[in-house]
Nanobody
Framework: QVQLVESGGGLVQAGGSLRLSCAAS????????MGWFRQAPGKEREFVAG????????NYADSVKGRFTISRDNAKNTVYLQMNSLKPEDTAVYYC?????????????????WGQGTQVTVSS
């Protein structure tokens, strides 16, 4: 079992930055690939970024490439999402998720554990 708790969301002006954190419980965190997803009102949850358990690979949605960076600290059982140059269309609830697969997946069905989400609002 892995329990995930996100933090770091908030209200920011367009062009600003936020850093999301996702703290995981359990000693097996380092074995899981981790992903960030987001869900805007009235829209489906979508993949944002993912990182392999050993940091050997990352994956990003085209909409955030060059602006967002995913990283992890396995010693702290934490995964991060640094978000720069934020746009109003980045407004959503952001979720972290854990996946025990070999590769970093971009679809929701592969992820076994989810956090409760943190709200990010970008004003224009």
């Amino acid at each position: 079992q892995v329990q995930l708790v996100e933090s770091g969301g908030g209200l920011v002006q367009a062009g600003g930055s936020l850093r999301l954190s996702c703290a995981a419980s359990g000693r097996t965190f380092s074995r899981y690939n981790m992903g960030w997803f987001r869900q805007a009102p009235g829209k489906e949850r979508e993949f944002v970024a993912g990182i392999r358990w050993n940091e050997s690979s990352t994956n990003y949605a085209d909409s955030v490439k060059g602006r967002f960076t995913i990283s992890r600290d396995n010693a702290k059982n934490t995964v991060y999402l640094q978000m720069n140059s934020l746009k109003p269309e980045d407004t959503a609830v952001y979720y972290c998720a854990a996946d025990n697969s070999i590769v970093v997946h971009t679809t929701l069905r592969w992820y076994d554990y989810w956090g409760q989400g943190t709200q990010v609002t970008v004003s224009s």
